[in-house]
């Protein structure tokens, strides 16, 4: 059984940052891309940003680039996004997902976690 466990989210002030922690288990983890995305209340699931199996390739939304920083680590079957420069717009509830094949910006993942709130106060 494939689990995705987020942890890492909490309150944070402005021009904070945290990081994000997404732990694997019941998949082969460095066989598959993985992603974060979030979703604020009232909105859609927005992608944010997507990591290749080698950690080799990158993808990020225009509206986290050079603040957002995703990356992986397959010994710990771990993948991380550390968070900088926090936005009282960057709240929601953060997922993380795997896909088998190569990174998307969609979300088009063949699993998802439960969700991590951060939520950025002005």
């Known amino acids: 059984q494939v689990q995705l466990v987020e942890s890492g989210g909490g309150l944070v002030q402005a021009g904070g940052s945290l990081r994000l922690s997404c732990a694997a288990s019941?998949?082969?983890?460095?066989?598959?891309?993985m992603g974060w995305f979030r979703q604020a209340p009232g909105q859609e699931r927005e992608f944010v940003a997507a990591i290749s199996w080698s950690g080799g390739r990158t993808a990020y939304a225009d509206s986290v680039k050079g603040r957002f920083t995703i990356s992986r680590d397959n010994a710990k079957n771990t993948v991380y996004l550390q968070m900088n420069s926090l936005k009282p717009e960057d709240t929601a509830v953060y997922y993380c997902?795997?896909?088998?094949?190569?990174?998307?910006?969609?979300?088009?993942?063949?699993?998802w976690g439960q969700g991590t709130q951060v939520t950025v106060s002005s």
């Open positions: 019941g998949l082969t983890f460095s066989s598959y891309a």
């Open positions: 997902a795997a896909r088998f094949r190569g990174v998307v910006v969609t979300d088009e993942y063949d699993f």
